[in-house]
């Protein structure tokens, strides 16, 4: 976890989403989120995901070499890493609550800990829901079908002992950054075939010049499970935890199939900023998480910009379309 000392009265913390570290809340300097947040006073706090970069030390078990390390997915990041990160905060700031400010997948771990761990919700003043990622119902038949066979191959590699998928090895991380950062042909390449599941890039965002330093870092390491349990959103049409199997369910959640994450019980309050353009964040799927959640207290849908799903924490001009309405939100809940 990183910090950028401020006014300890404030804390927030960010989550980067899947494949993604830290790193996306300060690439873009000084109008990055981070250093937005940290000029403007907030104790700023950013939580790698488990397996991301240097989020990789554990008691016993060594990434590289242990399978049981890379056993877990998007809940076991909202039930057991988010509230130790949170805990760990409120200690060393003295206070009893924290706003937050997840990107993606790392919103998801918000509603996987309000729902499990409801007593979290009151260490919650608001939760800043960037791109939502919940219901997966609405996407582009293509998108769907991508996500699909991602996780089909996520459970063939899983049953040939392969949990960690890439990772500092792996020769699609360095194939990606050859690929989106060759002169001419590599924005077109990467923007319209790599990224085209987070809807169609717009130049006056994502600049060419700009790819060079996202691939310097991304794709980061993630897990089969994960990339599994995203797969079985889409399939099952259902917000629901990590199907094992009948035999296996029954064991874990005595039940043959595996228990949906009750909504209603995340009780605090989340403000929800989707683009018109987000080929995975969709305006239908993130309407039904709305009339789900019981306290969504702002909801704001940016349909001029064309925002898709990357812009958020990589758009050259979110100091100027996201940052002002963001920080009237935590200004309003501090």
């Known amino acids: 976890m990183y910090h950028i000392p401020g006014d300890r009265t404030r804390p927030v913390l960010l989550l980067p989403g899947m494949m993604q570290d830290v790193e996306v809340f300060i690439v873009r300097g000084n109008k990055s989120l981070a250093i937005t947040l940290a000029t403007s006073g907030y104790d700023v706090w950013a939580l790698n995901p488990r397996g991301v970069g240097h989020s990789r030390k554990h008691v016993h078990l060594n990434p590289d070499l242990d399978s049981k390390f890379w056993d877990f997915s998007f809940h076991e990041n909202g039930y057991y890493d988010l509230p ?30 309000g729902s499990t761990r409801p007593e979290y919700n009151d260490k919650i003043k608001v939760m800043i829901a960037l791109a939502p990622i919940c219901f997966l119902q609405h996407l582009k038949p293509l998108v769907s079908f991508f996500l699909t066979m991602i996780s089909i191959i996520g459970n063939l590699l899983r049953s040939i002992g392969v949990e960690e998928l890439l990772n500092d090895n792996s020769l699609l991380k360095p194939l990606f950054q050859m690929l989106c950062t060759q002169k001419g042909i590599g924005y077109e390449l990467c923007t319209q075939g790599i990224l085209f599941v987070v809807g169609d890039n717009h130049p006056n965002e994502l600049e060419p010049e700009f790819l060079p330093k996202i691939f310097v870092n991304y794709p980061c390491s993630v897990s089969s499970k994960n990339v599994v349990h995203i797969g079985q959103v889409v ?31 995340v009780r605090m309050k989340i403000a929800v900023f989707l683009g018109g353009n987000d080929g995975l964040s969709t305006t239908g799927d993130t309407e039904l998480l709305r009339d789900e959640l019981p306290n969504v207290v702002d909801y704001h849908l940016f349909s001029g910009e064309k925002l898709n799903h990357l812009d958020f924490v990589w758009g050259r001009n979110m100091d100027k379309y996201l940052f002002p309405l963001i920080l009237p939100v935590l200004t309003k809940y501090d």
Not at 238 to 265: C, H, I, T, V, W
């Open 235 to 265: 399939l099952r049409r259902k917000f629901a935890q990590f199907d094992y199997g009948p035999e296996q369910n029954l064991a874990l959640y005595n039940a043959r199939s595996p228990p949906k994450y009750d909504l209603r019980k």
């Open 84 to 113: 130790a990160a949170i805990d760990f905060i409120l200690e060393r700031t003295n206070e009893r609550q924290l706003s937050a400010i997840g990107y993606s997948q790392g919103n998801t771990m918000f509603y996987v800990l």
